[in-house]
């Protein structure tokens, strides 16, 4: 080898050490994200609880809080047990459409709407008269408003067609503490691509990854002192299995009660 050749696989060898930690620290991606494609559609039904203002969403079983200053707005639905899988489907994006009644909108394509909360079971009711939401139904409980985007509301449900789709989601994963000095729970919102988690690790500035337990809803716990550290998460999507980093979401002087956002997101 000259020495011309030497220095630069030598060079080369320092760009790509370079490039590593770069990468390492750039809140991109530990195992690659898979862009979220939409499933099939698939038939179910649709009814509707609260009323034109969708304040009886607020809350809901995924943990999202207040969903207009959230982001998640009025186009939301509560899901039946067999989607809801024990809230990992939180954060979930479908597209919506009323098929096969006079009571669906003509030239409607399509609503979409975000999973924020659980449609429990009524075993005091039969499935088909009442009990919409019961095991193995397959059920969409819309806000008042998203679901008079695709049909009457006097309908009370319609048959509708569904498939999951991308969530498209501005700006990074946000997270809002809870907890105390020995015991942190977050809440993960404004998540993109599938919406969905399926892990979550935290990372003090001075310890290394800690695994999260997944507490309900969108919401995950960590049982570590993590006190006067700035705060880093590393995320895997449920659908995509992607996984990404936020580094230094939070400063050392954290506080629970507040939301803290980075400047990563899944697609």
């Known amino acids: ?143 008042k408003p998203a679901f008079m985007k695709i049909a009457q509301w006097k309908a009370g449900i319609v048959p509708v067609m569904y498939r999951r789709v ?15 000095g020995y015991w942190l729970l977050v809440y993960v919102m404004n998540v993109g691509g599938g919406g969905d988690i399926a892990q979550m690790w935290v990372k003090g500035s001075k310890t290394g990854w800690i695994s999260m337990s997944h507490n309900w809803g969108a919401t995950y716990q960590a049982f570590a002192t993590l006190g006067g550290q700035s705060l880093s998460f590393k995320i895997t999507s449920y659908t995509s299995k992607g996984t990404i980093i936020a580094w230094d979401v939070a400063p050392a002087n954290w506080n629970v009660g507040s939301t803290y956002t980075s400047e990563v997101n899944f697609h």
């Open 166 to 180: 991308p969530c498209v989601r501005p700006g990074g994963l946000r997270f809002y503490f809870q907890g105390n």
């Open 1 to 143: 080898m000259t020495s011309f050749d030497s220095w630069s696989f030598n060079f080369f060898s320092m760009t790509l050490a370079t490039l590593a930690i770069i990468i390492s620290k750039s809140s991109v991606t530990v195992a690659l994200p898979i862009e979220f494609r939409p499933s099939p559609w698939s038939l179910a039904h649709a009814t509707f609880y609260g009323d034109e203002t969708a304040s009886e969403t607020l809350g809901g079983a995924c943990g999202y809080g207040n969903l207009f200053s959230n982001g998640y707005g009025t186009d939301t639905a509560a899901l039946s047990t067999t989607l809801f899988n024990n809230g990992f489907a939180c954060g979930t994006c479908y597209q919506i459409k009323c098929v096969e009644s006079t009571w669906c909108y003509p030239g409607v394509p399509f609503t979409t709407v975000t999973a924020t909360n659980l449609c429990p079971p009524n075993w005091a009711q039969d499935s088909n008269n009442g009990g919409w939401c019961n095991p193995p139904r397959v059920h969409f409980d819309m806000s």
